[in-house]
Each structure stands twice: as structure tokens, then as C-alpha cells.
């Protein structure tokens, strides 16, 4: 079975402050997929990033970053700077090959609210 | 727009009321899904199609039933509605195994 956890439910920062939200996952497939969601209070669900399994690198989009460690199954991600924007609700997600139906499987969710 | 188009966006229901919940996507999409998303508890999915004509159950099935006549269309039926179904329903489509979903704007169903 496959699962995702989110241990922080909620994270407050101030402003410009640099915040990482933790994600580690469990599966039995060898190729994988990982992606981060964005759910603003508007309530709309956004897609942040998708990885396989096979790309360890690690990725910067502008003040996001994400980090990729398949030793300790975790995709962590990085605010850098965070602003009161980025406040929102975020989700991790799996979804393994052997998987059928491209099934994505959702962490809880953390809730990172930004203070000015 | 292209995109996930759900409809209603909000309803509210008495207990024992049946209703459907209509999603629909111009994207092409083989794939299409419904999940729910309760306080806590992230999205869980409740049934999903891999094409037309086909579905299959997700985590939490009891009490809804779907349909996919059509690819572009998918749609969530509740029978007979229940306190325990207030929730944010999503519909979603993905073009195939690996790809991320696009989302619809999400029901907001109260059931009294």
C-alpha cells in the first residue's frame, strides 16, 4: 500500500522568513511519481511539481525549491523568503507505475499560514 | 476555458435526498477521478475511470455511485445523502499513467 505523511499539520512563519514542508512517503514500486499541490484560500487546487523516481535532482522554481532524497523517502519543500501569498494549504501526493489508473494518493495536507 | 468544469459549486441537501454531481473536462483526458476532502484528512478518492465506459472504486465508495458515458464526463451519484457526506468534493483528469491531475473548482456539499 502506498501512503504519504505530512507531519506538520500547521506551520506559521512571519514574512520573509525561509519555511520547509515535510514529506515522506512509502511504496513498493520501484518507479514512482511525487508531486506537490497548492490549495490557496480561494480553494482551488493547484499543481506545484511532479518527480519520478528516477530524477534525484533537485529543483528551484523561483523561491520554491524541492529536495529529493529516495534514502530517507522524502520530498521535502522549501518557501524561501515567504511572503503572505504563499499562505495556503499544501499536499503531497504519490502515485506508483504498478498503480492502476494513475491513482494519486494525497498526504493530510499542511497549513502554512504567512503573518506580515 | 479548457480545463475541469464541476457543477453544482455548493448544494445543500436533507438527509435521505439523492443528488449528481456533474464533472466534465475538454482536455482528452483518459483518466477522471472523484475525491473528497475532509478536515484533516487530505483528499481520499472515492471512485475512478480509466476511460469511457469503465469505473472502479476508490477508497471510501460506500454510498456514491458514478458514470462515464461519455470520456469527457464523468459523474458522482449519492443515493441517498447522509450527514457523514458534507464534504468538498474534486472531480480531476489525468492524460495517463505518471502525469499530475487538473482539478475542478470543487461542490461544497452540506447534508442536514
Known sequence: AQKVTQAQTEISVVEKEDVTLDCVYETRDTTYYLFW???PPSGELVFLIRRNSFDEQNEISGRYSWNFQKSTSS???TITASQVVDSAVYFCALSGAMEYGNKLVFGAGTILRVKS | N???TQTPKFRVLKTGQSMTLLCAQDMNHEYM???RQD???GLRLIHYSVGEGTTAKGEVPDG???SRLKKQNFLLGLESAAPSQ???YFCA???ELGYGYTFGSGTRLTVV
Open chain 1, 37 to 39: 499541490y497548492k490549495q
Open chain 1, 75 to 77: 520530498f521535502n519543500f
Open chain 2, 2 to 4: 479548457a480545463g475541469v
Open chain 2, 33 to 35: 477521478y472523484w475525491y
Open chain 2, 39 to 41: 478536515p484533516g484528512m
Open chain 2, 64 to 66: 456514491y455511485n458514478v
Open chain 2, 86 to 88: 458534507t464534504s468538498v
Open chain 2, 93 to 95: 483528469s489525468s492524460y
